[in-house]
């Protein structure tokens, strides 16, 4: 060693001005104090809030109905078809798909999607599909290219909780927008309109809707792109059921009737191949006035980099998914989701205090409660808690979605049960229904 306590042909570490290390004295921490960051802090799930804060105690003499959660696999009599599978199996036999991807996906499984979504009014290349970790981090990735700290999204109420926990967690503000349960939950365009200002940047459109299984009208939808149009708001259009609706309903996708909104549409397999553990979704990106330009391109391009994609292996599989999964498992599919919605609905039509709204896609269907003639329960959440501790039946309370005094149910789970809990429901609600008094003054005439 040399004098200096360095080996004579060690490197040392010197500044600019040719000293070693800055002398100058550094304060330092006197004990730990390691804070979460104020992102952390500010992710918020409010299903989670709601449901973590119920005492969820089941009948022990009645078995388990869950029908709070949105995973069609759950009960095992949704199974994807063999064509989906078949096409996993022979993406992982064939080795290609070990290593990393682009971090937007591959341009063979891009165009896979673009193929399969495009159409005359709305044409699509691999350049405009963007491919996620799931439809969730598609959202994410939307509101993140489109929304500054301080910005304000439009976002339906009720509606999906994920939006309010991506947007709020880095500074943007929710403004929620009415949806009218007595027109098929339609959005009400005025109340939309009155929610837009300068810092308005993205409304999101659910449709078909979760928690509603509302599917808007083509109607409708232009109405919606009108109120867009208007005050130049670029559409974030959550599709992730676009597929899922019934024989009789109609879905067309915004972008087909778009002439100047820009959209990002945010859709995947989970919902309408029963894969939602695979996680694998798309953004695609339609703006053929080129509004959005390479800039909102990037900027996608740049946040999509941040994980580096998604799951190599299921890209791989994706464009057998697409091309060889037949017509006949999304028919199946569908016809299983509207006669249990047919079921559930024409059950609770018939229960006093409960006004269940008929869905025309997706996979749920909400129902009112008249919390007047149910005076035992403060609210939708006791009245769904304790819906669990009599009957072993657990419907999500729309308090969940910022819509107290619903309660909402997924209708994927076998036909049996769902007969069983709505009997279950009907036998919980005549034993605490309550009709009204007559009023005192009507008396004394």
């Known amino acids: ?130 491919l996620t970790s799931g439809c969730s981090q598609a959202i994410e990735l939307a509101i993140n290219v489109l929304c500054n700290p301080g910005d304000n999204i439009l976002v339906p109420c009720p509606g999906f909780s994920l939006y309010k926990t991506l947007a709020v967690s880095v500074g943007i503000e929710v403004k929620l927008y009415n949806l009218l349960p007595e027109k098929s939950w339609e959005i009400d365009l005025q109340h939309l309109e009155s929610m837009i200002d300068e810092r308005t940047s993205c409304l999101i459109v659910t449709n078909p809707s979760n928690p509603c299984g509302s599917v808007f009208s083509k109607e409708h939808l232009q109405k919606i792109l009108k109120v867009a149009s208007k005050y130049c708001v670029p559409i974030l259009a959550d599709e992730i059921y676009s597929d899922m609706v019934s024989t009789t309903a109609c879905c067309p996708s915004l972008a087909c009737l778009s002439s100047d909104v820009p959209i990002l549409s945010c859709g995947g397999l989970a919902k309408r191949w029963l894969v939602p553990g695979w996680r694998l979704g798309w953004i695609l990106i339609h703006d053929r006035n080129d509004i959005f330009g390479s800039k909102i391109r990037q900027g996608l391009v740049k946040l999509s980099q941040r994980i580096l994609g998604a799951c190599t292996i299921v890209q791989g599989a994706l464009e057998s998914i697409l091309n060889n999964t037949p017509q006949s498992f999304y028919n199946n599919t569908i016809s299983f989701l509207k006669s249990n919605s047919e079921i559930c609905y024409n059950q609770l039509s018939l229960v006093p205090g409960l006004n269940p709204v008929m869905p025309s896609g997706a996979m749920y269907l909400m129902v009112g409660i008249d919390m007047d003639h149910f005076p035992d329960f403060t609210n939708d959440v006791d009245f769904t808690e304790r819906l669990v501790t009599e009957q072993s039946v657990f419907c999500l309370p729309a308090s969940a979605f910022e819509y107290p005094n619903f309660f909402r149910i997924v209708v994927t789970v076998p036909e049996e049960l769902m007969l069983q809990a709505c009997a279950r429901i009907r036998e919980f609600c005549q034993r605490y229904y309550r009709p009204h008094s007559c009023d005192s003054n009507d008396l004394d005439q």
């Open 1 to 130: 060693f040399a004098a200096d306590g360095f080996h004579g042909n060690a490197l040392q570490h010197v500044n600019v001005n040719g000293s070693l290390y800055p002398a100058k004295v550094k304060s330092r921490r006197l004990r730990w104090d390691v804070k979460p960051s104020e992102m952390a802090n500010n992710t918020l799930n409010p299903i989670r809030a709601i449901v973590d804060g119920m005492k969820l105690t089941p009948n022990p003499e009645k078995p388990m109905i869950a029908l709070s959660i949105g995973d069609p696999t759950v009960f095992g009599n949704l199974p994807t078809d063999d064509a989906v599978i078949q096409a996993m199996k022979d993406a992982i036999d064939c080795q290609k798909y070990n290593g990393y991807a682009p971090s937007v996906g591959y341009l063979k499984s891009r165009q896979a999607v673009a193929n399969f979504y495009s159409i005359p009014q709305a044409p699509l290349e691999a350049e405009d599909v963007i």
